[in-house]
C-alpha cells in the first residue's frame, strides 16, 4: 500500500500491485510518498516523481546538472553508495553484500544498490 499526500491539495492511497499516477497541484509544498506495506520478496519499487516538463522518458540527468559536472573528471559516491571507508572503521565490503536493485530500502548501511 502506497500513499501520496500534499497538504490540503491531494491525498491518494494505492493497494494491491495497481499503482497510479497523478499531477501535482502545486509545486512549492512538500510532497509526501509513504509505503504503509510492501511484500519483501517483491517490494514497492520504481517510484518517480518527475517534472511533466521532461516528458514521458526522462533523462538520467539535467543538463543543467551534468554542465555542472564537466569540469571534474572522477565524482565519488561512496558516502552515498554506503563505503564510507576513510576513517569510519568499517571493513571493506564486497560486492556479494551489496544493497540491490530489488531490496526492500535504498536506505541502508550498505548504501544504495549501484
Aim: some cysteine.
Amino acid at each position: 500500500m502506497v500513499g501520496v499526500y500534499q497538504k490540503n491539495q491531494f491525498n491518494t492511497t494505492w493497494t494491491s500491485g495497481v499503482g497510479g499516477q497523478f499531477t501535482l497541484k502545486l509545486t512549492n509544498q512538500s510532497l509526501f510518498v509513504y509505503i504503509y506495506t510492501t511484500d519483501p520478496t517483491n517490494p514497492v519499487k520504481n517510484i518517480a516523481v518527475v517534472p511533466t516538463a521532461l516528458g514521458s522518458n526522462p533523462p538520467t540527468y539535467t543538463s543543467n546538472f551534468l554542465n555542472y559536472l564537466k569540469p571534474f573528471n572522477l565524482l565519488r559516491t561512496c558516502y552515498w553508495q554506503g563505503q564510507k571507508l576513510h576513517n569510519s572503521g568499517q571493513t571493506v565490503q564486497t560486492w556479494a553484500e551489496r544493497t540491490l536493485i530489488s531490496s526492500s530500502t535504498q536506505v541502508s548501511p550498505t548504501g544504495v544498490a549501484l
